[in-house]
């Protein structure tokens, strides 16, 4: 019983008090390949539930797209929201691909910043204008032929913790940023102070992760297999022609998801591939828990990776001024990639700029896919790309 001298504790993981129990109680994922499960186990990604019934919430049509709004329910936490697009008036079967979100600092959404909606919260126009060159990534890859699905994965959007009482850890973190707001004249939004706890709050779920032996990519993983699942099996949807595409912290979980899939026949990388000892001593805390969980580096380097995939192929797009990442760890990277995958395989690319998802690298990126999987009008490429060393 707590005395006036001892307030109650907060939940640390408010919002998914049913996590430790699904995780503890499920099988991991069983992989296609002894690769693929030795990355499965190293993530520990818990095997999914059997597949969700999937609501329609609502359809629209507009600027060429059939946009529509879908959500299902996990074995535990909130219930997923994700959205599928494709070119208006196709009834497929179309090729499928999975768009997947980046980290961006945003917890607050998710996958709403790749889609065009009627109407947007303004963090995630703010997440197209600083990371997209304004574009709603997964409606541009629908235009040129795809069905494509964006979710909210584990920890994102409506996939996020309940941190209206943030746990003391993150509350005093929390307090100490809203002081430096307060000195700057800064009013924050409710994205704001959402994505400034959540960012304090990550450590915290990576401890919970770790204490249930499972990872923060372990569960993202989790979410996204689900995805995948409920992807090739939408009406209208080619099972046999599924991609994933996304940059930065999605682009990590595009490389994680082909290598746990063997129905990934073709993905993207966009500015998230360098070697792990590269970002040693001064590049580390540029990244999250996606990418960095315990013990990974013991199944290869990064790209080394991607041999665990059974994709038929894949592209890397590489910013030669990424803030993230060195340029000699991402050359190295390349190094590596063209060494241990077939002439044809594996496409490097190297652009110039920073840590974005240029329209040109989109542009690039929509005609790989669409080359790849088949589908039926391939994005135009404006630019070129740098030459690869």
Not at 61 to 88: E, K, N
Not at 98 to 118: T, Y
Not at 134 to 141: M, Q, S, Y
Not at 192 to 203: I, K, S, T, V
Request: aromatic share 8%; charged share 15%.
């Amino acid at each position: 019983m707590n005395t006036p001298h001892e307030p109650t504790r907060p939940s640390a993981i408010a919002g998914y008090e049913d996590w430790p129990g699904y995780v503890r109680n499920r099988p991991r994922h069983q992989a296609a390949t002894a690769a693929a499960q030795d990355l499965a186990d190293a993530l520990g990604v818990p095997a999914a539930v059997t597949r969700p019934d999937v609501t329609v919430h609502w359809a629209e049509t507009y600027d060429g797209v059939t946009t529509s709004q879908l959500s299902w329910q996990l074995g535990f936490g909130p219930r997923t929201t994700g959205w599928l697009v494709r070119p208006a008036g196709t009834s497929g079967p179309l090729p499928g691909v999975l768009a997947l979100h980046c980290h961006g600092g945003n917890k607050f959404g998710g996958a709403d910043r790749l889609v065009e909606l009627p109407q947007s919260h303004p963090s995630a126009a703010a997440a197209r204008a600083g990371h997209y060159d304004g574009l709603a990534l997964a409606t541009e890859v629908a235009r040129a032929g795809f069905a494509v699905l964006a979710h909210d994965t584990f920890a994102w959007g409506s996939r996020r913790f309940d941190l209206s009482v943030p746990p003391w850890r993150t509350a005093s973190a929390l307090e100490a940023r809203k002081s430096q707001w307060r000195e700057d004249g800064v009013e924050p939004t409710d994205a704001d102070l959402y994505n400034a706890a959540a960012g304090f709050h990550e450590d915290t779920v990576a401890k919970a992760a770790g204490l249930l032996g499972t990872s923060m990519a372990g569960m993202v993983a989790h979410d996204d297999l689900a995805a995948l699942d409920i992807l090739g099996s939408l009406p209208g949807v080619d099972p046999a022609r599924l991609g994933c595409i996304g940059f930065s912290g999605g682009g990590g979980r595009s490389l994680t998801l082909a290598a746990l899939s063997p129905e990934i026949k073709s993905y993207v990388v966009t500015c998230m591939m360098a070697t792990f000892g590269s970002l040693l001593p001064a590049y580390l805390d540029a990244h999250s828990w996606l990418l960095q969980t315990p013990g990974l580096w013991k199944l290869g380097d990064w790209p080394e990776l991607t041999a665990t995939s059974g994709a038929d192929g894949f592209l890397v797009q590489y910013a030669l001024a990424d803030q993230l990442f060195p340029e000699d760890g991402m050359r190295e990277a390349h190094r590596i990639l063209e060494s241990i995958h077939l002439a044809g395989s594996y496409t490097g690319t190297f652009w110039p700029g920073g840590h974005v998802f240029t329209a040109e690298m989109q542009n690039e990126a929509i005609s790989y896919l669409s080359r790849a999987l088949g589908a039926g009008s391939p994005a135009v490429h404006h630019h070129s790309p740098l030459s690869t060393p």
